[in-house]
Antibody
Framework: HVQLLESGPGLVQPSETLSLTCAVS?????????WAWIRQPPGKGLEWIGS???????FYNPSLRSQVTMTIDTSKSQISLKLTDVTAADTAVYYC??????????????WGQGALVTVSS | DIVMTQSPLSLPVILGEPATISCRSS???????????LDWYLQKPGQSPHILIY???NRASGVPDRFSGSGSGTDFTLKISRVEAEDVGVYYC?????????FGPGTKVEIK
């Protein structure tokens, strides 16, 4: 079955760019799924950041749209997230997940283990 | 954005007893195709969230049948028929009707 593994720097300086990668294994990225990033500040709830399809189509949370870029590399089976001009408010565990594009979606059916990113000088 | 609310936010439960969590959305999650775009997730302590229920009432693969989801439109319920120790954690509802997808604040379930 498919597995997701997030990776990237655990510490980012304020005003810098946060960059994370999600490696997909056990299945191809394919065309039937969107691949999403979801974050969770320490001790708080979940926030959907955005989703990207292998076609390059993206949906971003309007609250983060000015900061976010998501890309997908099907040859490497990787999804990437870039979040620019970060502040302490962007400190969170960042999860990679996936959801189907069909009408009867099974929700976010697979999640990575998460990557903690702290924004601090 | 669709706002999701949950109640209660904290739920002490007795092992073997039932438990119920409510979720409400600021607008209907029922689409013309008859599906309610409401999912339930459980985040156990120290773990990533995982899906329990999708489209309002469908159990995800591997989810025990003591979990059930119901409701339509704006009001939804997650029921655990008999709570087991492994059910502790934070339960989130989420709307998948439109972007931005939004989650409820979470209900923390702990053993009384």
């Amino acid at each position: 079955h498919v597995q997701l593994l997030e990776s990237g720097p655990g510490l980012v300086q304020p005003s810098e760019t946060l960059s994370l990668t999600c490696a997909v294994s056990g299945d191809s990225i394919g065309t039937e799924y969107y691949w999403a990033w979801i974050r969770q500040p320490p001790g708080k709830g979940l926030e959907w950041i955005g989703s990207v399809h292998s076609s390059g189509n993206t949906f971003y949370n309007p609250s983060l749209r000015s900061q976010v870029t998501m890309t997908i590399d099907t040859s490497k089976s990787q999804i990437s997230l870039k979040l620019t001009d970060v502040t302490a408010a962007d400190t969170a565990v960042y999860y990679c997940s996936r959801h189907e594009i069909v009408a009867a979606s099974h929700g976010f059916d697979t999640w990575g283990q998460g990557a903690l990113v702290t924004v601090s000088s | 954005d669709i706002v999701m609310t949950q109640s209660p936010l904290s739920l002490p439960v007795i092992l073997g007893e039932p438990a119920t969590i409510s979720c409400r959305s600021s607008q209907s999650l029922l689409r013309e195709n008859g599906y309610n775009y409401l999912d339930w997730y459980l985040q156990k302590p120290g773990q990533s969230p995982h899906i329990l229920i999708y489209l309002g009432s469908n159990r995800a693969s591997g989810v025990p049948d003591r979990f059930s989801g119901s409701g339509s439109g704006t009001d939804f319920t997650l029921k655990i028929s008999r709570v087991e120790a492994e059910d502790v954690g934070v339960y989130y509802c989420m709307q998948g009707l439109e972007t931005p997808f939004t989650f409820g604040p979470g209900t923390k379930v702990e053993i009384k």
